[in-house]
T-cell receptor, first 116, second 117 residues
C-alpha cells in the first residue's frame, strides 16, 4: 500500500495559464475526492468520483475547473485561465466503499498552487 | 445545513499532559460520522479517529479518544500524554450517511496545537 500520491507537489504559474494536477489513489479504493484548502481554512469539497463516474461537483468548481477519472483509477484536475484566487492547496483523497460506509478518506500530500 | 465549529484557533499544552480539542457540529441527519484529522506543517491530512452517530461507545485509538456527546452535538478529541510530534493543525469533519449524500466531508476551521517541552 503506497498511499495516495499527487503530482506535482508544487506549481507556480502565471495568471491566465492552464494547469493540470494528477492524483493516484490507493489501488483498491473506488472513491476519489478533490478538496481545496486555502491558508487558515479547512478543506472545501470540490468534486467526487465513484469509479469513473463524477457524482457531484461543488458550486466552487467553476467552468474553468474540470476533473476526470477516465479508467476509474487516477484522476486529473485541470484549471483553465488561472486566477490569483485559485492559489491554494489542492488535496486528493480516496476511500473504499461498502455496507458499513464508515471508511475514512486517505489523503495525498497535496499540490500547492501559486498563481502570480 | 451541516456545519462544524471549532472554537479554539490555537492551543498550548505541556509535553506529557493531556489536551482536549473542542468540536461541535450541526446536522439534521440521523446517521452521520465524525472524523478527526491531523495536518502537520508538511500539509498531508492524517486520519486519527472516527465516531459513528449510532456508536454507543466513545472511540479510542491509542493516545487519541473521542468524547462524543450526541445530545450536545459535540465530538471533542482528547490527546493523552502529549508528545512534541503532536504539534500540528487538527481538523474535525463530518459526513452524512443519508441516502443521496455523496459522502463528502464537511470541515471545521481547525485548531493549531503547540506542544511545549
Amino acid at each position: 500500500d503506497t498511499g495516495v500520491s499527487q503530482d506535482p507537489r508544487h506549481k507556480i504559474t502565471k495568471r491566465g495559464q492552464n494547469v493540470t494536477f494528477r492524483c493516484d489513489p490507493i489501488s483498491e479504493h473506488n472513491r476519489l475526492y478533490w478538496y481545496r484548502q486555502t491558508l487558515g481554512q479547512g478543506p472545501e469539497f470540490l468534486t467526487y468520483f465513484q469509479n469513473e463516474a463524477q457524482l457531484e461537483k461543488s458550486r466552487l468548481l467553476s467552468d474553468r475547473f474540470s476533473a476526470e477519472r477516465p479508467k476509474g483509477s487516477f484522476s486529473t484536475l485541470e484549471i483553465q485561465r488561472t486566477e490569483q484566487g485559485d492559489s491554494a492547496m489542492y488535496l486528493c483523497a480516496s476511500s473504499r466503499s461498502g455496507s458499513g460506509d464508515s471508511y475514512e478518506q486517505y489523503f495525498g500530500p497535496g499540490t500547492r498552487l501559486t498563481v502570480t | 445545513a451541516q456545519k462544524i465549529t471549532q472554537t479554539q484557533p490555537g492551543m498550548f499544552v505541556q509535553e506529557k499532559e493531556a489536551v482536549t480539542l473542542d468540536c461541535t457540529y450541526d446536522t439534521s441527519d440521523q446517521s452521520y460520522g465524525l472524523f478527526w484529522y491531523k495536518q502537520p506543517s508538511s500539509g498531508e491530512m492524517i486520519f486519527l479517529i472516527y465516531q459513528g452517530s449510532y456508536d454507543e461507545q466513545n472511540a479510542t485509538e491509542g493516545r487519541y479518544s473521542l468524547n462524543f456527546q450526541k445530545a450536545r452535538k459535540s465530538a471533542n478529541l482528547v490527546i493523552s500524554a502529549s508528545q512534541l510530534g503532536d504539534s500540528a493543525m487538527y481538523f474535525c469533519a463530518m459526513r452524512s450517511y443519508n441516502a443521496g449524500n455523496n459522502r463528502k466531508l464537511i470541515w471545521g476551521l481547525g485548531t493549531s496545537l503547540a506542544v511545549n517541552p
